[in-house]
Each structure stands twice: as C-alpha cells, then as structure tokens.
C-alpha cells in the first residue's frame, strides 16, 4: 500500500532525545525503502524538515539535529529516495476544505489534501488521530506502540 510519509518521521529519524521514535522513525523508512512500497513525500515536509533539523535544541544545549549543509544533504537525499509530490489548485482547495470540515490546522490539512488529491490511502503521522479515516485517507501513527497500545478506529467510508 501507498503512504504519503509526514515531517515528523524524517525528523525523528535524526532525533537522540527519543531513541525509541528515532527507531521506529528510522525501521519504518528503511523497510518501505527495502521493500519498494510506493512512498511520498509532500514537498512542505522536505522544506519543514530543514527547518526542524536545523534550529537550535535546547536540549542539545542550543546545537541543531543537523547543520545546515547536512540538512540540505539529506533534503535532497530524500528527493531521490522517495517520490515528492507538489502542490497545485485542487491540493490547495482541498487543503482549505479540509481543515474547515475536519478542523485540522493548516498544515495538517496541506498534508491530508496531498494524500486525498493524489489517491494516496495512507498517511504516516503522529499529529492526526491514529486509525482514523479522513475523507478516503487513513492516518497511522507508528509511534503508537511505543505508546504500549494500539486503538483502532472502524473506516468511515467502505
């Protein structure tokens, strides 16, 4: 199956605070690489993943996860791994709709439309409500278990 994979798994994937999500993050990745399952990136969370890698932690006493040029390596070390997915009219109307209808924040929303726009059934995300349909998309949250627990929700649409 098809995912469209959010920031937060490209950005755990480098993230020492949390060995078990950089696991998780890294395991989840690495097998849909090895396996040749069909995984997208929206091209927000490349940029969002620069961002989030580079700005000062301070629980890394003010250093970054990556330097910049690191960064920007990885960035586009991920444009030739995965296929990116780029915003057009129908991403963004959709986007709209979705986070009025869903109530999702906007950048939540932009991630959902990606998925649903491009048929995409799957998203991989902590920032949605696990098992839960959104239009005709799923949301998997695969920090789940390191959580001690899995609530699966019933599809919405069959």
């Not at 920032?127 to 920090?143: A, E, L, M, S």
Request: aromatic share 10%; glycine share 6%.
């Amino acid at each position: 199956m098809s995912v469209l994979i959010d920031t937060n798994l490209l950005v755990y994937r480098f993230d020492p605070i949390d060995p078990t999500k950089q696991r998780l993050a890294t395991e989840q990745l690495m097998q849909r690489l090895q396996a040749g399952k069909p995984t997208f990136l929206p091209h927000q969370a490349i940029i969002e993943f620069v961002a989030a890698v580079t700005r000062p932690r301070r629980a890394l006493a003010g250093e970054p996860l990556l330097t910049r040029r690191e960064a920007l390596i990885e960035a586009e070390a991920m444009m030739q791994q995965f296929d990116v997915l780029y915003p057009d009219a129908l991403v963004l109307q959709t986007a709209l709709r979705g986070a009025e209808v869903y109530g999702l924040s906007w950048f939540d929303a932009h991630l959902w439309a990606y998925a649903e726009v491009n048929g995409v059934p799957e998203i991989l995300s902590e920032d949605f409500q696990h098992g839960r349909y959104y239009g005709n998309v799923r949301v998997v949250d695969p920090f789940i278990q390191a959580g001690g627990g899995v609530r699966e929700l019933p599809a919405l649409y069959g």
